[in-house]
């Protein structure tokens, strides 16, 4: 018996009755690297830019506007469960849960390191204590004390570059048959339902992201700087909109291209009416205010 039939994911379960041509995609496209789809949003974030302001300015926890998207980014992921998939062993998995990773400088210059974060979204968490969260875990991360992660590659550098190198692959194997232990896997931002990478904080433009074989990470967001942007609108009027560009790459054997466009418009239709989506800011502060004091 294979060891993988002993060994279930820790991680995920094997989703069962997968339609023929999509069982065989993992065969015909082995890796993540051959089975990429890249694609681009143009969000108009005007209402998202006003609904921050008067979040903050009604005494919320500090919120940006790339904030607002890794919430609404965690809960298209729960509301479209069939994103939140990952090929193992050429095997299509449900994840255990909903897992982003974002990366953190430790400051604004060239040669600071970048330290990357990786955090389980709930489906009922609130923005507010997801705003609280994350702010303590990019904290945590700029204090210098060093990350999980940090510790595990310190670890593994020090070896040898052959006893490394086997090891590596040792990793790898382990992972293809669900063995390996999940401490290992536990804080790797590679293991998650997506990477989001926040460029905008830069000042930079977004960029189409590669997909790592490293880890089993299906999807990547880019989101780039925020731009005053001409924008045709149904009237036939161009007005100049700010503009927040979003670029996606797409592991395509986890699902087909109309659920995965289907979803990204979901996600930008949140964004573009928060309004409608979370309700008045102002009420949205007073309510998680009388939920903190009872």
Excluded at 12 to 27: Q, T
Excluded at 83 to 95: E, G, W
Excluded at 184 to 208: E, H, I, W
Excluded at 271 to 291: K, M, N, T, Y
């Amino acid at each position: 018996m294979e060891l993988r039939a002993r060994l279930p994911r820790r991680d995920g379960r094997l989703v069962a009755d997968v339609p023929d041509e999509r069982a065989i995609m993992p065969f015909i496209m082995r890796g993540r690297t051959e089975s990429t789809v890249y694609f681009e949003q143009a969000v108009d974030c005007t209402a998202a830019e006003e609904w921050v302001r008067r979040w903050n300015a009604a005494g919320g926890p500090r919120l940006s506007v790339f904030l607002l998207v890794l919430h609404a980014v965690a809960r298209m992921l729960h509301a479209r469960p069939r994103m939140n998939r990952f090929i193992a062993r050429r095997r299509l998995y449900d994840r255990d849960g909903v897992y982003l990773s974002f990366g953190a400088k430790r400051a604004m210059t060239d040669d600071a390191p970048l330290e990357m974060l990786k955090r389980r979204f709930e489906p009922d968490e609130s923005l507010a204590a997801m705003v609280c969260g994350l702010t303590d875990a990019v904290a945590g991360a700029r204090s210098g004390n060093g990350s999980d992660v940090d510790k595990e590659l310190k670890l593994f550098l020090a070896l040898p570059t052959p006893v490394l190198d086997v090891a590596v692959s040792l990793f790898h194997w382990l992972d293809a048959r669900g063995a390996l232990p999940s401490g290992l896997t536990r804080s790797d931002p590679m293991y998650s339902s997506a990477v989001v990478s926040n460029l905008g904080s830069l000042k930079t433009d977004a960029a189409y992201h590669h997909l790592y074989e490293h880890g089993n990470c299906p999807l990547f967001l880019v989101v780039g700087r925020i731009r005053p942007t001409p924008v045709a609108e149904d009237d036939g009027a161009v007005r100049v909109r700010d503009v927040l560009p979003l670029r996606w790459t797409f592991d395509e054997r986890i699902e087909d291209g109309l659920y995965a466009a289907r979803s990204a418009d979901w996600l930008r239709c949140v964004l573009e009416d928060p309004f409608h989506h979370f309700g008045a800011p102002e009420d949205a502060v007073r309510q998680e205010s009388g939920h903190a004091s009872g």
